[in-house]
């Protein structure tokens, strides 16, 4: 079953305004991906993680591993209306077979009307 | 341009027929997934595969079927044993070495006639 928390499962962003979201878990993980998909299409990778404390930065958006390697965040600077779409965390547990990845249920990011 | 392909884009199923969903890669990937996603919700592993010629079950493997005869594809086929069928179905690939990422094809979606 699924091992990863991720909240909020949905926000609404205006124009302009910081996002925040993240991923919690009871176990430790050695990686952490975070990923977005736009309706109809497959996710695309925006951040990788691979030591614990990390902080890492692609254009507006920022991610960390967090220090106990059971949580991370995501948060989106400045959102534009292109940052609508599904923001999925992902993380690699320490022993996981065949490299597989446990995903989070996700956090629909929509425009307030 | 290397990447990963997915076909159909749309895939319908009459009750009680099997279908095959195709996947490709160009990036030289060693290990290749499966993932089923139903809407709203996150991504549960069907299949994968590290190497030629073999392959693990993931979650959720009843009712489906896979082959990896060359590295560079790993097709899907759903059996009439798969009740509920309908989903988004995601292809990904990465190389085998620890900590290395997924990436994902544009999916297939699979309807039930």
């Known amino acids: 079953g699924q091992q990863l928390n991720q909240s909020p499962q949905s926000m609404f962003i205006q124009e302009g305004e910081d996002v925040s979201m993240n991923c919690t878990s009871s176990?430790?993980?050695?990686?952490w991906l975070w990923y977005k998909q736009d309706p109809g299409e497959g996710p695309v990778l925006l951040i990788a993680?691979?030591?614990?404390?990390e902080l890492t930065s692609n254009g507006r958006l920022t991610a960390q591993f967090g220090i106990t390697r059971k949580d991370s965040f995501l948060n989106i600077s400045a959102s534009i209306p292109s940052d609508v779409g599904i923001y999925f965390c992902a993380g690699r547990l320490i022993k996981a077979a065949g490299n597989k990845l446990t995903f989070g249920g996700g956090t629909r990011v929509l425009v307030k009307p | 341009d290397g990447g990963i392909t997915q076909s159909p884009k749309y895939l319908f199923r009459k009750e009680g027929q099997n279908v095959t969903l195709s996947c490709e890669q160009n990036?030289?990937?060693?290990?290749m997934y499966w993932y089923r996603q139903d809407p709203g919700q996150g991504l549960r592993l069907i299949y994968y595969s590290q190497i030629v010629n073999d392959f693990q079950k993931g979650d959720i493997a009843e009712g489906y079927s896979v082959s990896r005869e060359k590295k560079e594809s790993f097709p899907l086929t759903v059996t009439s044993a798969q009740k509920n069928p309908t989903a988004f179905y995601l292809c990904?690939?990465?190389?085998?070495?620890?900590?290395?990422?997924?990436?994902f094809g544009p999916g297939t979606r699979l309807l039930v006639l």
């Open positions: 990904a690939s990465s190389q085998v070495a620890a900590q290395e990422t997924q990436y």
């Open positions: 176990s430790i993980f050695n990686t």
């Open positions: 990036l030289n990937h060693d290990a």
């Open positions: 993680l691979y030591k614990a404390g």
